[in-house]
């Protein structure tokens, strides 16, 4: 399937605490390949960002540990 094709069908998700976040939230989507696509809520018809899936665990490990606090 066509990437392209493949995100339009794509099952998006953003976490159970962002539902409540009137926008302000990304929604991420398991894709074929091990590829992982990111886009903002507030944003849905822009291109997605794509990302092999060993760069959203390196992501997520960072979130986790604090990486990204500002």
Not at 27 to 55: K, M, Y
Request: hydrophobic residues 40%.
């Amino acid at each position: 399937m066509d990437l392209s094709d493949e995100l339009k069908t794509a099952t998006w998700r953003k976490a159970t605490k962002s539902a409540s976040n009137q926008g302000n939230c990304l929604e991420v989507a398991p894709l074929s390949g091990g590829r992982v696509g990111i886009r903002d809520t507030e944003a849905p018809h822009q291109p997605p960002f794509v990302v092999r899936a060993a760069v959203w665990d390196a992501f997520i490990d960072g979130a986790k540990k604090g990486e990204f606090d500002f």
